[in-house]
């Protein structure tokens, strides 16, 4: 055990005692956040651990089963299998879960978000107000791309936001939310955006060896203007240059809903033979990022590594494997924070970043009512990482 488990939340009363419920979208992920949490726990030499309000500190497993049953009209109901009374509730949500699937009049339908979101409300309405504190955790934040009004248009985002808190959340925690901005929409609640540069860098640091980390061999680049302030964190943090392209598109004329992009224009310092991170919140169809990397290959960039929190991959991963055989992308970091399928774990090309642990440390901290600011704010740790790499211990 580290010394930083060691030192985290030994001497603050947990709020209640602890409940994970991991709902069957999360169930890979909720099992390896318990697993460190029980570990923590078991070896946690707590001077308090006989007192009451210490009860069932140390357990066999955080995990309270639950489950949604559905009838055969696709409706459902939550159940929840044991008692939740007084517990400090974590519920794990993945909303981008295609995979699973019900049935509905005998057709075989695949969940999407809306369906995942009412799961989710279903298992509140079972706790029925009997937790001590509700904290839901939505790694990818539900309706997060539709959260300001361009036109006639409904406020999505806002809307589930509120619906949460007025069923008794009390905490949301998301990671790398589209626009941190949503939450003004529960100004008086917890809201959480986190952000896992550390868990990429670690990605990148343990898996590719021959790296030169300075502004004159690497740079980072965002591919828009709404992820400047990733790209800003993680080139200060490696103390490289930053770049960015915007958008130029089409206001003339609507493909799929939205006006088509003409080209990708950049802004920043020369990118001839440097490595090139490139920092954005997710890849849906991949259209966008490939359109950058091959921009910037042009420009006659070295490697390129892609950072992305989620990987959608909507369109599938056949113009990932073609962009890669063609030397646009090195490499793509996405995170377990979603779904992941088996066919995208099995590409070369492709370095997945858990972060089990991150979760189980917020969870582990939260219950002890202690500040997350240093996990909110890694940079400390981030700098130990390159060291550590400098000094060939990667």
């Avoid at 997060?144 to 949460?164: G, I, M, P, V």
């Avoid at 529960?186 to 990429?200: D, M, S």
């Avoid at 582990?364 to 390159?386: E, G, K, M, V, Y």
Wanted: charged letters at 25%; glycine letters at 6%; one cysteine or more.
């Amino acid at each position: 055990m580290s010394k930083r488990e060691e030192l985290r939340n030994l001497e603050t009363i947990p709020v209640g005692s602890l409940g994970i419920i991991a709902l069957k979208s999360c169930t890979e992920l909720g099992e390896k956040v318990d697993k460190y949490l029980v570990d923590w726990r078991t070896e946690r030499e707590h001077a308090h651990t006989e007192d009451l309000a210490f009860k069932g500190y140390q357990r066999d497993s955080y995990l309270v089963q639950a489950k949604v049953p559905r009838f055969g009209s696709g409706e459902a109901k939550g159940v929840i299998l044991e008692s939740v009374r007084g517990t400090d509730l974590y519920i794990l949500v993945d909303v981008a879960n295609y995979s699973l699937t019900y049935s509905l009049c005998g057709e075989q339908n695949h969940m999407s978000p809306d369906d995942h979101f009412q799961d989710l409300k279903r298992i509140i309405a079972a706790v029925g107000g009997k937790a001590r504190r509700i904290t839901v955790i939505m790694p990818f934040l539900y309706e997060s791309r539709q959260h300001k009004r361009n036109a006639r248009e409904s406020l999505d985002c806002a809307l589930a936001l509120q619906e949460l808190v007025s069923m008794g959340v009390d905490n949301i925690i998301t990671f790398d939310a589209h626009d941190s901005r949503v939450q003004n929409a529960i100004p008086l609640n917890g809201f959480e955006t986190v952000q896992p540069a550390y868990q990429f860098i670690k990605g990148l640091l343990k898996n590719v060896k021959n790296l030169t980390i300075d502004s004159d061999h690497m740079m980072v680049v965002s591919p828009d203007e709404g992820g400047m302030s990733r790209a800003i964190y993680i080139a200060n943090n490696l103390g490289l240059d930053m770049g960015m392209f915007y958008k130029r598109r089409d206001y003339t004329r609507l493909v799929d809903g939205r006006n088509p992009i003409v080209a990708h224009e950049f802004l920043g310092s020369s990118v001839e033979g440097k490595d090139v991170i490139v920092v954005d919140d997710m890849i849906s169809s991949g259209e966008s990022v490939i359109d950058v990397c091959a921009a910037l290959k042009k420009r006659k960039a070295s490697r390129i590594f892609v950072f992305a929190t989620f990987g959608l991959f909507t369109n599938g991963l056949e113009k990932f494997d073609e962009a890669h055989s063609k030397g646009l992308i090195d490499y793509i970091l996405t995170t377990n924070l979603i779904y992941q399928s088996p066919e995208l774990l099995k590409r070369s090309y492709y370095i997945t970043c858990d972060l089990s642990k991150y979760i189980a440390y917020i969870i582990d901290t939260l219950n002890h009512d202690a500040s997350i600011s240093d996990l909110l704010n890694p940079s400390d740790r981030i700098q130990n990482l390159l060291a550590r790499y400098r000094n060939g211990e990667m």
